[in-house]
T-cell receptor
Framework: GDSVTQMEGPVTLSEEAFLTINCTYT??????LFWYVQYPGEGLQLLLK?????DKGSNKGFEATYRKETTSFHLEKGSVQVSDSAVYFC???????????????FGQGTTLQVKP | GAVVSQHPSRVICKSGTSVKIECRSL??????MFWYRQFPKQSLMLMAT?????????EQGVEKDKFLINHASLTLSTLTVTSAHPEDSSFYIC???????????FGPGTRLTVL
């Protein structure tokens, strides 16, 4: 079945360091890919997404490119801040019926800790 | 984006009791509702998918008689954990679907602790 694999955490970085969180997927068909972020005590929030191969999603300085050839969707940020400390989930979605939205399959999550 | 609420946000109950969790999509009609469970330091796992007015479809390994889902209207779905046990302690999250938005939104979650 479909699955998502993320690098294990926690990832600990100093402020202004470069961030990469690896994500690879296995899926039949052509899924949409997402990165969600969960700040302490809060619900999941969509960070960015890409719906087809070679698309680049970007938001708040984060970006990820949908690489079909390597089945990857790695998350990157050039300079992290303390406020980026959170748990990051990579996910894929396949359409549900005629809806644009569907059930999501999540990776195990990667905790990012940014120290001042 | 869409506004999704869950109630209660936190509940502590004794083993053997039943707990009902409500999920409301406040500004769009959710023809579909996804219920997820998140154990501490683990990922979200889909439990079941419900369509408004019909029975829910449960993922493998999820007991339908233990986790009762009702999706009677386009703005409200409920998850009832029946005869809860400590191993049911988890974070339950709803996610409505089927609106005109092209992304999935999530409720803030309900933390269930069974003593």
């Amino acid at each position: 079945g479909d699955s998502v694999t993320q690098m294990e955490g926690p990832v600990t970085l100093s402020e202004e360091a470069f961030l990469t969180i690896n994500c690879t997927y296995t899926a039949t068909g052509y899924p949409s890919l997402f990165w969600y972020v969960q700040y302490p005590g809060e619900g999941l929030q969509l960070l960015l997404k890409a719906t087809k191969a070679d698309d680049k999603g970007s938001n708040k300085g984060f970006e990820a490119t949908y690489r079909k050839e390597t089945t990857s969707f790695h998350l990157e940020k050039g300079s992290v801040q303390v406020s980026d400390s959170a748990v990051y989930f990579c996910a894929l979605s396949t359409p549900h019926g005629s809806s644009n939205t569907g059930k999501l399959i999540f990776g195990q999550g990667t905790t990012l800790q940014v120290k001042p | 984006g869409a506004v999704v609420s869950q109630h209660p946000s936190r509940v502590i109950c004794k083993s053997g009791t039943s707990v009902k969790i409500e999920c409301r999509s406040l500004d769009f009609q959710a023809t579909t509702m996804f219920w997820y469970r998140q154990f501490p330091k683990q990922s979200l796992m889909l439990m079941a998918t419900s369509n408004e007015g019909s029975k829910a479809t449960y993922e493998q390994g999820v007991e339908k008689d233990k986790f009762l889902i009702n999706h009677a209207s386009l703005t409200l779905s409920t998850l009832t954990v029946t005869s809860a046990h400590p191993e049911d302690s988890s974070f339950y999250i709803c996610s409505p679907g089927g609106g005109s938005y092209n992304e999935q939104f999530f409720g803030p979650g309900t933390r269930l602790t069974v003593l």
